[in-house]
RNA sequence: GCGCCCGUAGCUCAGCUGGAUAGAGUAGGUGGCUUCGAACCACUUGGUCGGGAGUUCGAAUCUCUCCGGGCGCGCCA
């Protein structure tokens, strides 16, 4: 309906373009938005203010002229000036049930869009190495990359999930060593403990797992035990092998899967890190200092040069980085949305950098980042440090066991990635019948109740025959509900394009909190047969998007709970 | 010192590309189940939107500058 009333302002204007001496060049964005107070009608606009300077006349004066230039519309009631100058729309109801009719009508697929006109867009995210389980910072990075995902799948896009890890360099040998530290019967306050070792318990799991000979099956990794303490090797890939397995397992049971899973090492094996060097040595942008291969990656912005071959031989991770980034470029995809922990911020400079000098014709603000800050883990009132080597250590899998998986994904996707978000393990196990996530569900349960008692009372209901009956909604708390669902569509447009799936979460919990206050006042099951069926048709309507909602951040809408 | 993020009610956080009297949860107070599920609702206490300056019809929102907190600033990833 806004759409709509976008329209009847455009023309009003081009009616009124011809009368006046306009500026050529005046090009004016039409904005329209839904009224906070009912006093200011139902939608409302800002053009007159925004045409105020320009034309050089009184806001108000503007508003008369486009109020009197308005086609005639049978969806609107009224149109007043208020304040300094905004148009106030009034609507008649059955424009407003209208959306009740579309809801019911889409399902599934009220709010989907094909704005994203099926343009490939590969999303990174999760991409932990395989040294330890999965933390709640690996986590957030999942709730809202899955997110992510949803929201640009649900308009149009054609996602590829990708998760990317380092399974050579010097922390898979930290881990090889510290598993065959285990397997010799070492201690991590042993002296012989290897330095920068894990410490974590894990790794005597792995270490016994792999003297025992046991046989690992991960997404991308076969590997059996070869129960030989000497061989470091045979013990590097099978931890790396198990430790996969058991973010594997940890990712299943969050509910979040990948397309692809991408190794570092293919980079190497498969000569794509040698070609991308080659590349930028030829391209003019390196030189050789101190036993070193630099990029000079401040002729595209860094504020200093990065070393790219240590004297000692080896890459330094950010050069894989640029190969993998130049491979997803020549993938196809034209939008790459890099999900990751703001810790690591400094790389999006150097992995752009590095692409701008391979002089490959890729974008200078490519690929995307989402950047999310720190989890800050409560837990006995105190802050719990998140030390892999130390071994301290809140878990995913421990969040999922003790919070729910429902209520841990809603946690750490329902605020924006760019603020620190404190997770409290005692509140949120302690109080979980408090959570925001069971009030948004409890409004979905309680419409699939009502529909439960309806049935028991032998009374019919279609969506098809209801609306008829849709007029029958007058009750500010009903106009009020259908316009907070005709928000829906664009509230999902534009946490995709912003990129940010917290404002899903935002919206549920009005919604609910609207069907709540909604529910306790009025009857749903009224004996008027018109009546009933048309609060049922918004109930039904009110649990759809819910559902639709919940789905976009991976959480679940239970008919009971 | 430089870069990024944050600073809104006691606490945790929303406030969409600037819009009409700043919101929610939680905590505190008072009420509401013989009636569709009380994991709910109604009312209520509580804020110089970190400070200051600027941009304009209008700033929590944009710009600058201070103050405070987090994270980066490796020939680690």
Known sequence: MKAQIVSLIEQALNALKQGENWPEDLRPQVQVDLTRDKSHGDLASNIAMTLAK???????????????????SPMVNKVEIAGPGFINFYLN??????????????????????????????????????TGPLHVGHGRGAAVGDALCRLLQATGHDVTREFYYNDAGA?????????????????????QWPTDGYRGDYIKDVAQSYLAGDRIDAEDKHVTGAAEPDNLDAIRDFAVAYLRREQDLDLKAFGVNF?????????????KVDEAVKQLVENGHTYEKDGALWLKTTD???????????SEGGYTYFVPDVAYHLNKWQRGFSTVINEQGADHHSTVTRVRAGLQ??????????????????????????????????????????????????????????????????????????????????????AHARVCSVLRKLAEQGWQW???????????????????????????PATVTAAATHREPHTIANYLRELAGEFHSYYNSFKMLDDDEGLRNARVALSVAVKQVIANG???????????M
């Open 550 to 560: 919940l789905d976009l951040l991976g959480v679940s809408a239970p008919e009971e």
């Open 300 to 310: 595209f912005g860094d504020d200093k040069d990065r070393v790219m071959r240590k």
């Open 462 to 488: 279609s969506a098809e025959h209801s609306c008829d009956t849709l007029d029958r909604l007058s009750e500010e708390a009903e106009l009020a509900l259908m316009k907070r669902l005709s928000a829906y």
């Open 93 to 130: 109801n059955s424009a407003v049930a209208s959306v009740i009719t579309d809801v019911l009508g889409q399902g599934s697929n009220f709010g989907r869009s094909t704005i994203g006109q099926s343009e490939k867009v590969q999303v990174e995210y999760v991409s932990a190495n395989p």
């Open 357 to 442: 000098a391979l002089n490959a014709g890729i974008p200078e603000a490519w690929p995307d980042y989402v950047l999310h800050q720190m989890v800050l883990v409560m837990r006995g009132g105190e802050e719990v440090k998140i030390s892999k080597r130390a071994g301290s250590y809140v878990t995913l899998r421990d969040l999922i066991d003790e919070v729910g998986r429902d209520a841990t994904r809603y946690f750490l996707v329902a605020r924006a990635a760019s603020s620190q978000l404190t997770f409290d393990i005692d509140l949120a196990i302690s109080q979980s019948n408090d959570n925001p996530v069971y009030y948004i569900q409890y």
């Open 259 to 271: 397309d692809v899973y991408f190794l570092e090492s293919s980079l190497y094996s498969e000569g």
């Open 171 to 191: 922390q898979i040998d930290n881990l090889a060593r510290s598993v065959q530290a285990r397997c010799q019967g070492l201690e991590p306050d042993s002296d």
């Open 54 to 72: 320009p034309l050089r006349k009184s806001p108000r004066d503007i508003a008369q002229q486009i109020i009197s230039a308005l086609p005639a």
